[in-house]
């Protein structure tokens, strides 16, 4: 009797931490859940650091089905363009979730 108490004890605790452990690789993998990123390049005409917000002149941004044109981003943060300047052609990275685009990379082109 008591072996099958302590065996049902020890079943009992492997099932709670199998739970525990698929719980967290469920939660690990949603991270980037609905998160898509791309390239493109384009010419800086605007910076303003305080709003965190660039302006592109850009080529087309096809993953996004966007038409080359101006559009202003947001970026990540105000060290995303600080290697940049108004003139500058770039490779950038953005990312969208939802209807949400951020510049995460802004690299001038040589």
């Known amino acids: 009797m008591k072996t099958s108490i302590a065996s049902a004890v020890l079943i009992s605790i492997g ?27 384009g010419t800086i005409t605007q910076i303003d650091l305080p ?4 302006t592109l002149d850009h080529e087309p941004i096809g993953k996004y089905k ?10 990540r943060s ?6 940049v300047a108004v003139g500058d052609k770039v490779d950038f990275t ?3 979730r939802g209807n949400t685009m951020v510049i995460t990379r802004l690299h001038k082109q040589k």
């Open 15 to 41: 099932l709670m931490l199998g739970s525990t452990a698929s719980a967290q690789r469920h939660d690990e993998g949603g991270s980037t859940h609905g998160l898509s990123r791309t390239t493109g390049k």
């Open 94 to 96: 953005i990312e969208s």
């Open 78 to 83: 105000a060290s995303t363009a600080a290697k």
């Open 66 to 75: 966007m038409e080359a044109g101006s559009h202003g981003f947001p970026i």
């Open 51 to 54: 709003a965190k917000k660039v």
